[in-house]
């Protein structure tokens, strides 16, 4: 099972947008509407932000978003905040209780 | 609430094996799957495993077919992650996280267990 793809890096300033894209396969992303995103701040045990592509848990803000299409699911971060400079990971089930997360990206506030 | 407590640190030499545990506490352990992931020293998140602690049953990636064993204990309330055959590149904080209800949902997860591998 292959790593799924994110870009290494993306930025926006204060108030900004980001979306993160992570491409995968007809087995893993494609296949299922099970793609959850995490948060990482350096030291910290991952976070999730996004489950079943688009569900917020609760007490994580709005401005965090989901989406896919296809191969590709997507983490869009509205309104940049100083706090959500970190490493996002995304992750899909691929089948057979099986689970492949993504390369990670970090995300920089200018 | 929901708490998972993992084991303190290790250093391990090669070739030998190291078991890692995960106290789960705040919630019917029986009734949601836990997982494995570890992470490298600046590397990215990597799957390891999955078990179902009401039935014991597992699901490990390819990649650790073979050295990778994770059981349960539901007594305690604890799972455990044995990995053997330890290489220098085993080297890595291994985490513990808890499926809240659909696949992949990791709702909660555990300080983290360095373990150093290191002749």
């Known amino acids: 099972q292959s790593a799924l793809t994110q870009p290494p890096s993306a930025s926006g300033s204060p108030g900004q947008s980001v979306t993160i894209f992570c491409t995968g396969t007809?087995?893993?992303?494609?296949?299922?509407?099970?793609v959850s995103w995490y948060q990482q701040h350096p030291g910290k045990a991952p976070k999730l932000m996004i489950y079943?592509?688009?569900k917020r848990p609760s007490g994580v803000p709005d401005r965090f978003s989901g989406s896919k299409s296809g191969n590709t699911a997507s983490l869009t971060v509205s309104g940049l905040q100083a706090e959500d400079e970190a490493d996002y990971y995304c992750s899909s089930y691929a089948g057979s209780n099986n689970f492949v997360f993504g390369t990670g990206t970090k995300v920089t506030v200018l | 609430q929901v708490q998972l407590v993992q084991s303190g640190a290790e250093v391990k030499k090669p070739g030998a094996s190291v078991k890692v545990s995960c106290k789960a506490s705040g919630y019917t352990f029986t009734s949601l799957y836990m997982h494995w992931v570890r992470q490298a020293p600046g590397q990215g998140l990597e799957w390891m495993g999955i078990?179902?602690?009401?039935?014991?049953?597992?699901t490990y990636t390819q990649k650790f077919q073979g050295r990778l064993t994770v059981t349960r204990d539901t007594s305690t309330s604890t799972v455990y992650m044995e990995l053997s055959s330890l290489k220098s590149d085993d080297t890595a904080v291994y985490y513990c996280?808890?499926?809240?209800?659909?696949?992949?949902?990791?709702?909660?997860w555990g300080q983290g267990t360095l373990v150093s591998v290191s002749s």
């Open positions: 996280a808890r499926q809240y209800n659909s696949p992949g949902n990791l709702d909660s």
């Open positions: 007809s087995s893993d992303v494609g296949g299922y509407n099970f």
């Open positions: 078990i179902n602690p009401g039935g014991g049953t597992t």
């Open positions: 079943e592509v688009s």
